[in-house]
């Protein structure tokens, strides 16, 4: 997969970035940058081509996921981390996935299918349209939601959803709400006192 890996300062925890639909591995460095500027950086481009957008994973339409390739895609993308952190000598406990929308959307995946890989994570306007019955253990995961008042992709009702699929399962989430589907600086900050509290 397309990458760029930006070591800052070594042994710091690394953010894995992973863009909104139409984004690029370079996307959210900004953002990683505003975080924490001494945190090293994973940015990852999505290999799925919708009408020559990047994506992390095929879609029928707008909320209507391709459940079978987002069940690939999340694989593929969590064994490529885990070698990439071999690669750049980073531990999985020290990696922090920062998306933003479709980024989200498959970081929640990788999350729910190896709940022990991540300890935090920083979400942006994220979407996981489903019930999910298995109950991980995310008593040890901190995530910091950002969602959407009057979000024309993501309903609130789904931004609930979301909340409540990671407190479910005992995460400790702190969430902020912004106009739209966003990535505010505002709503950035409050992820960096968040994750520098």
């Given amino acids: 997969m397309e990458h760029i890996y930006k070591e800052n300062k070594k042994g710091a925890p690394v953010f894995i970035l992973l863009h909104g639909t139409g984004g690029t591995e370079n996307d959210l460095v900004p953002v990683a940058q505003l975080l924490n500027p001494d945190y ?3 940015g990852i481009r999505g290999n799925v ?3 020559g957008m990047n994506r992390y994973f095929k879609r029928h339409g707008e909320g209507k996921y391709d459940w079978e390739d987002l069940e690939f895609r999340g ?8 070698e990439k952190a071999e690669e750049y000598g980073f531990k999985l406990e020290d990696a922090i996935p920062v998306g933003f929308s479709n980024g989200s959307n498959i970081a929640i995946q990788m999350m729910l299918r190896h709940p022990d890989a991540f300890k935090k994570a920083a979400l942006f306007a994220p979407l996981y349209p489903a019930d999910v019955e298995e109950k991980q253990d995310f008593s040890d995961v901190e995530v910091f939601l950002s969602l959407g008042k009057g979000d024309p992709i ?5 931004s609930e959803r979301v909340i409540n699929l990671f407190e479910e399962r005992g995460a400790d989430v702190t969430t902020a709400w912004v106009q739209g ?7 950035a900050r409050k992820a960096k006192e968040w994750l520098n509290k």
């Avoid at 694989?75 to 885990?82: G, K, S, W």
């Avoid at 993501?154 to 789904?158: D, Q, R």
């Fill in 75 to 82: 694989n593929e993308l969590y064994e490529f981390i885990t």
């Fill in 154 to 158: 993501v309903p609130e009702s789904e």
């Fill in 181 to 187: 589907h966003t990535l505010t600086e505002d709503v």
């Fill in 40 to 42: 090293n950086i994973l």
């Fill in 49 to 51: 081509q919708e009408n």
